[in-house]
């Protein structure tokens, strides 16, 4: 069951990676319309976290490093809900 668990949550945040580097590319194309389905969703989920690093990390030169910063907290993130769910788990 603890396994179930823990591939679920690995199953999770690996949609969010691919979400949020999907708006990344994304973001290189010039003419993508944005109001547009599914671009939208990914654009309001993605950005939704994203933003939250944008208002702390400027760009440079118009480029965006928080999204790599993102993903390194979301990485971290990642490893304290599965350490904490095998170290709760173990318990049990």
């Known amino acids: 069951m603890l396994r ?8 999770i945040f690996l949609l969010f ?3 949020i580097l999907l708006r990344i590319f994304l973001s290189w194309i010039p003419n993508i319309r944005w109001e547009k389905q599914p671009w939208f969703t990914v654009r309001n989920i993605a950005d939704a976290y994203l933003d939250i690093f944008r208002r702390f990390i400027p760009s440079y030169g118009g480029l965006d490093f928080s999204p790599i ?15 904490a769910v ?7």
């Open 17 to 19: 990676y691919v979400i």
């Open 4 to 11: 179930g668990l823990v591939n679920g949550i690995n199953n």
């Open 86 to 92: 095998i170290y709760i788990g173990s318990s049990l």
């Open 69 to 83: 910063v993102a993903l390194i907290v979301l990485q971290i993130i990642q490893q304290v809900v599965l350490f």
